[in-house]
């Protein structure tokens, strides 16, 4: 019997630690480390199917080539043969940012990252810029503190009142509830704010059923009865930030009675809320689905300045949880990614398909999809589809043959986690990492990415890459290098241990923050454009939420669906039936951009002006980015995928 320590290389919250027990090379339990902190020995359904990935009968385990559109399995030698000369033909003829590389976070690793240094190696490839997922939020932060950290989650044990504000732990940070169900008992407020009374809300003291988009508002409505009682801290505002005047005449602008039409809940609910974050230290714990909107920096900034005006930064229970990017500092970026010299160049990764279709194939000669599934990941599938079929040459690396790898020219099968050594950590909530061991052997036919591009630099003569990054532990000893100087521990020392650098787990505790003047900043309508966007069409009348599945990573799905399963979206029986819907019935949900089919389910946990579905069904389960639109956020350049309006067709 032997254990081996790994982690688990989802892109979520929890990074959670995995510990497995071989027995004459087989492995025969699966678990959570019982060692790690946040883990505590359970994983969710996603971690415990792993495996199941690892030895799946539909992974791929040899290249394969397209012709005349149908799939050949082709020899790692002629692929990378193939796939170097038509690289180097792109970069001569037409300079390197004619590729375009596309990389979401379909593994968190370290070493998967060298793809990132191969490519700056190549001389630059065209890269997305902004996000799919929380950027919109991330550059609120930075402007009102100077950098997104969180509370420590043993820190929420401290708060009085706990606002889950549009966050569904239940679904998508597991490892979070325990933490909400002792503060429940300790006798905390867990208050949660989502027009969709989740699983999480369940598990609450409160909750308030906003109409979508109306954070912002909601926040300045809790402010203005905040200051009209003059229950603001003076010191806070006074001492350690700066705009409050600015900010203060704005608010005043709005009425309440306009704020309670807009939020769509009532004065008194608004009141009572209002009054539980007041019960002080109070906690918010942000999600990502309020931010996917064209207000979606607005509305994370009126919440910070809704939490420093009540002075709950910087102190025990409090603060404005949202993202945790402490361990990412950590790493030495510019050898890891082999920075340039010069900024490639970038376009919105929301508008993927307006560039490409303004680009390829005049411009853009290439795409190269690593860690990601685009194709069904992005808004606006069918014009996303379009855009992939305007490049000429297309390469995907996964393990799957995903709706991307099938509009490409070449897939390469990759290794899992399970079958390399990997340096795992979250940037989106608990600070732990973990430099993870090898469980099993590659299987066969499969490749590191490592390998891939070494392959790949050999074949077309990159020197300096190649000396560079001569091996997996250089790479990793060289990026790690300031964590493990830090930490004072050789890489071999941290190998399968559970280890923070975040000591610290109160951020800004010295009241101290990283923006230019040092103090917190409160948004400020004088200096930024402060409009509030309404999108409305009348012909669309329903506002449809893509959420995250439970029981898959968005598009990584671990139970096969059914081709012939439809997504069942959710919503009042009220809304339904003023379509004339029954319960389970097959209808067709369109937006202007497109429609899906799907199947009723009456739900009462949903607002009536509200459907909601799940996000990263694959295209021949109608995946509902058939519907939502390219666009971008107010700041951070964020996907806009629930500002999507829809109505039902029988
Ligand atoms: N099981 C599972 N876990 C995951 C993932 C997954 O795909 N599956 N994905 C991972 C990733 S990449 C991410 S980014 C995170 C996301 O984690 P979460 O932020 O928890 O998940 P989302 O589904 O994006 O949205 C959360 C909630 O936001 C609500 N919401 C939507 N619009 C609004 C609004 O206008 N206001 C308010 N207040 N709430 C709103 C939705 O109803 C939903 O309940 O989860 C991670 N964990
Ligand atoms: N409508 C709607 N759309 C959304 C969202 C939403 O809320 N609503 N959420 C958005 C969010 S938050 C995010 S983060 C994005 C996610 O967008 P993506 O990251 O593109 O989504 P995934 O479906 O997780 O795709 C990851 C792919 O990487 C592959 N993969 C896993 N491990 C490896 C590996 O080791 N090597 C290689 N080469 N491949 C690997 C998986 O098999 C999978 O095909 O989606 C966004 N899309
Ligand atoms: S998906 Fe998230 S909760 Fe599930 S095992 Fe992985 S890190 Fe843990
Ligand atoms: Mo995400």
Request: charged share 25%; net charge negative.
């Amino acid at each position: 019997m032997k254990k081996i320590r790994t982690a688990c290389s989802l892109d979520c919250w929890d990074a959670c630690a995995i510990e497995i027990t071989m027995e004459d090379h087989q492995v025969v339990k699966v678990q959570g480390d019982p060692n790690h902190p946040i883990t505590k020995g359970f994983l969710c359904q996603k971690g415990m199917k792993h495996l199941e990935r690892v030895l799946s009968e539909d992974r791929l385990t040899s290249p394969m080539k397209k012709e005349n559109g149908t799939w050949i399995p082709i020899g790692w030698e002629m692929a990378i043969q193939e796939i170097g000369a038509k690289l180097k033909e792109i970069r001569d003829n037409f300079g390197s940012s004619s590729l375009l590389h596309y990389k979401d976070s379909g593994h968190g690793g370290v070493v998967k990252s060298i793809d990132n240094a191969f490519f700056n190696s190549y001389g630059g490839a065209t890269l997305p810029k902004g996000s799919l997922c929380w950027s919109a939020g991330i550059a609120a932060q930075k402007l009102d503190f100077g950098k997104p950290l969180s509370h420590n989650p043993d820190d929420y044990l401290n708060a009085k009142t706990i606002l889950i504000w549009g966050r569904n732990p239940v679904d998508t940070n597991i490892h979070l509830v325990p933490y909400l169900k002792r503060a429940k008992e300790n006798g905390a407020n867990i208050v949660v704010i989502d027009p969709i009374k989740t699983a999480t809300a369940y598990l609450g003291t409160h909750y308030y059923s906003i109409k979508p988009e109306a954070d912002g508002f909601l926040a300045i409505a809790m402010a203005k009865i905040i200051l009209s009682e003059g229950d603001e801290d003076t010191t806070f505002i006074d001492d350690r930030s700066r705009g409050f005047q600015e900010y203060q005449q704005y608010i005043d602008t709005f009425s309440m009675d306009a704020l309670v039409d807009k939020i769509g809940i009532s004065l008194e609910e608004i009141l009572e809320l209002t009054a539980l974050y007041k019960n002080k230290p109070s906690a918010i714990i942000l999600g990502y689905g309020l931010q996917r909107y064209y207000n979606g920096g607005k509305n994370i900034r009126f919440i910070d300045a809704l939490a420093a005006l009540t002075g709950n930064i910087g102190i025990a229970g409090g603060g404005v949880s949202y993202a945790n990017k402490r361990v990412v500092e950590w790493i030495d970026d510019a050898y890891a990614s082999n920075t340039l010299a010069f900024e490639p160049p970038t376009f919105k990764r929301a508008l993927f398909a307006d560039y490409v279709l303004e680009n390829a194939p005049n411009r853009i000669k290439g795409i190269f999809v690593t860690t990601s599934n685009p194709v069904v990941q992005l808004p606006d599938t069918t014009r996303t589809i379009e855009a992939f079929k305007a490049i000429p040459f297309k390469v995907t690396i996964d393990h799957f043959m995903t709706d991307t790898a099938q509009l490409s020219d070449y897939v390469l099968p990759a290794t899992h986690i399970y079958e390399e050594e990997d340096f795992i950590y979250s940037s989106m909530w608990q600070p732990y990492f973990r430099y993870t061991e090898r469980v099993l052997p590659p299987r066969d036919g499969v490749k590191s990415e490592f390998e891939i591009f070494k392959l790949l630099a050999q074949e077309m003569g990159m020197t300096d890459f190649l000396q560079k990054y001569p091996d997996e532990k250089t790479y990793l000893n060289k990026s790690l290098a300031p964590l493990l100087e830090k930490l004072n521990l050789s890489l071999e020392e941290i190998q399968g241990k559970s280890l923070t650098i975040a000591e610290e787990d109160i951020p800004w505790k010295d009241k101290k923050f990283n923006t230019p003047s040092g103090k917190f900043q409160f948004i400020n309508p004088v200096e930024e454009d402060l409009e509030f966007i309404s999108i409305q069409n009348h012909e669309y009348p329903l506002h449809l939420l893509s959420v995250h599945p439970k029981h898959s990573l968005h598009s990584q799905h671990f139970k096969d669906e059914d081709p012939n399963t439809l997504p069942k979206v959710y919503g009042s029986a009220k809304t339904f039936q003023r379509y004339g819907v029954l319960e389970g019935q097959e209808i067709t949900l369109s937006s202007k951009d497109g429609k899906i089919q799907a199947l009723s389910i009456f739900s009462e946990n949903i607002r009536e002006d509200v459907l909601m579905i799940q996000e990263g069904w694959w295209l021949k389960n109608q995946g509902v980015n058939r519907m939502t639109s390219t666009g971008v956020s107010d700041i951070g350049n964020q996907a806009v995928f629930n500002n999507c309006l829809c109505k039902i067709v029988k």
